[in-house]
C-alpha cells in the first residue's frame, strides 16, 4: 500500500491530523507490506507508526499573570471595565458599613457610654443610612451630646 494511504489509515485509528503522523524510519518496508487496517494497528501498537504530541498553548504568560495578580498588580485604571459600584457590589457594601456602625454601638452600650433611651433610635439610624461610616456617627453622637465620657 502507498505511504499516504497508511498515513491516512494510520490518522483515523489514531484520531490525529495526517501531518502529526510519523514513521520509524527502520520499518519503512514493513510499513509499506500493510494492506489493511488491522496490519496497521499492528504496526502502531509496535511503534513503528506513531503520532507527535499536539503543540498546545503556553500557559508561561498566564500563570505570570496570575501571580502578578495574586499580589494585587494589573487593576489600574485601564484595566477596569464597569462603574465602582459594579466592581464592588452596593450590597457588599452596605452590608460593611451597616455591620461596623452596628459593632461599634454595641461596644458602646458595654462600655455604658450612652445615654439612657438613645441606643434604639441610633440604631434606627445607621439602618436608615444616616451615617456614611462609624466616624461620622461618632461626631453626631458627640455634637448632641449623647455620649457619656465619664467612664
Known amino acids: 500500500m502507498a505511504m499516504n494511504t497508511v498515513r491516512r489509515i494510520a490518522s483515523e485509528v489514531i484520531g490525529v491530523g495526517e501531518s502529526k503522523i510519523r514513521f520509524n524510519p527502520e520499518a519503512v518496508s514493513k510499513i509499506g507490506e500493510a494492506l489493511t487496517r488491522e496490519d496497521v494497528r499492528s504496526l502502531i501498537s509496535d511503534g513503528s507508526i506513531y503520532s507527535i504530541a499536539p503543540r498546545g498553548v503556553s500557559r508561561a504568560r498566564g500563570r505570570g499573570k496570575d501571580s502578578q495578580m495574586r499580589k494585587g498588580r494589573r487593576f489600574g485604571r485601564g484595566s477596569r471595565k464597569g462603574t465602582f459600584s459594579t466592581r464592588v457590589g ?62
Open 90 to 151: 452596593k450590597k457588599e457594601n452596605w452590608i460593611a458599613k451597616v455591620r461596623s456602625q452596628r459593632k461599634y454601638l454595641r461596644s458602646l452600650i458595654e462600655q455604658k457610654k450612652l445615654q439612657h433611651g438613645t441606643v434604639r433610635k441610633i440604631y434606627r439610624m445607621v439602618k436608615g443610612n444616616a451615617f456614611k461610616g462609624v466616624k461620622v456617627m461618632e461626631t453626631y453622637l458627640r455634637d448632641n451630646k449623647l455620649l457619656n465620657d465619664k467612664k
